[in-house]
């Protein structure tokens, strides 16, 4: 191989000075480089975002003028939860029905506060059921009411309210509520008093 190249170097002349521009041929001791493929960089691929793909942003909480504005506008509204929408409803309807909104919201913010406390179940329905909480429950069991109920509606419209935190809860942080005639006993604060209920924390 080499003594070949010698001699086809000590043979050829110099025909056209652009020649001499030239890259100068390199060799392989396994291919020949007048047999060797060209080489073609493989480019590198990176993926692209497609913007109709990708997640769209979540849109900015509706702003309501009043709590009787947000409920009829969560009247007829879908939530993530069915069965904590039922408990919170079911709950808002049989400790708070004959209340003002604002004393159901309350309520319903009471369950929410304790799935969020730490000392109590970590969720609405856990929440609910735990024994000795709420008299209406018997057994771990939630009562049925007629979903057509105009009060249980109401009271529906109140839960997804709470749910969807598009109130401020008119009795903040408080954990626990009674009716203004009974007495609660321990070291509690009161934070609000709405309607017939007084709420504590």
């Given at each position: 191989?080499?003594?070949?190249?010698?001699?086809?170097?000590?043979?050829?002349?110099?025909?056209?000075?652009?020649?001499?521009?030239?890259?100068?041929?390199?060799?392989?001791?396994?291919?020949?480089?007048?047999?060797?493929?060209?080489?073609?960089?493989?480019?590198?691929?990176?993926?692209?975002?497609?913007?109709?793909?990708?997640?769209?942003?979540?849109?900015?909480?509706?702003?309501?003028?009043?709590?009787?504005?947000?409920?009829?506008?969560?009247?007829?509204?879908?939530?993530?939860?069915?069965?904590?929408?039922?408990?919170?409803?079911?709950?808002?309807?049989?400790?708070?029905?004959?209340?003002?909104?604002?004393?159901?919201?309350?309520?319903?913010n009471v369950v929410l506060n304790r799935a969020k406390s730490g000392r109590f179940a970590a969720d609405v329905?856990?929440?609910?059921?735990?024994?000795?909480?709420?008299?209406?429950?018997?057994?771990?069991?939630?009562?049925?009411?007629?979903?057509?109920?105009?009060?249980?509606?109401?009271?529906?419209?109140?839960?997804?309210?709470?749910?969807?935190?598009?109130?401020?809860?008119?009795?903040?942080?408080?954990?626990?509520?009674?009716?203004?005639?009974?007495?609660?006993?321990?070291?509690?604060?009161?934070?609000?008093?709405?309607?017939?209920?007084?709420?504590?924390?």
């Amino acid at each position: 191989m080499t003594l070949a190249l010698g001699g086809l170097m000590s043979t050829s002349t110099i025909t056209n000075a652009a020649e001499l521009d030239r890259p100068a041929l390199t060799t392989s001791l396994t291919t020949p480089a007048i047999n060797a493929p060209a080489q073609t960089p493989v480019p590198t691929v990176f993926p692209t975002l497609d913007p109709e793909a990708s997640a769209a942003p979540k849109p900015a909480p509706a702003t309501f003028t009043s709590l009787d504005h947000a409920v009829a506008a969560h009247a007829a509204g879908e939530t993530d939860n069915a069965e904590a929408l039922r408990c919170l409803a079911t709950t808002i309807y049989f400790e708070s029905k004959g209340e003002p909104l604002a004393g159901q919201l309350a309520v319903a913010n009471v369950v929410l506060n304790r799935a969020k406390s730490g000392r109590f179940a970590a969720d609405v329905c856990g929440v609910v059921k735990q024994r000795g909480q709420f008299s209406f429950v018997r057994r771990g069991v939630l009562p049925s009411v007629d979903a057509v109920n105009r009060m249980y509606r109401t009271a529906e419209a109140v839960a997804k309210v709470a749910l969807a935190s598009a109130w401020k809860s008119p009795a903040p942080d408080a954990l626990f509520f009674n009716g203004r005639k009974v007495g609660l006993p321990g070291r509690l604060t009161k934070v609000a008093l709405i309607g017939n209920h007084i709420f504590y924390r």
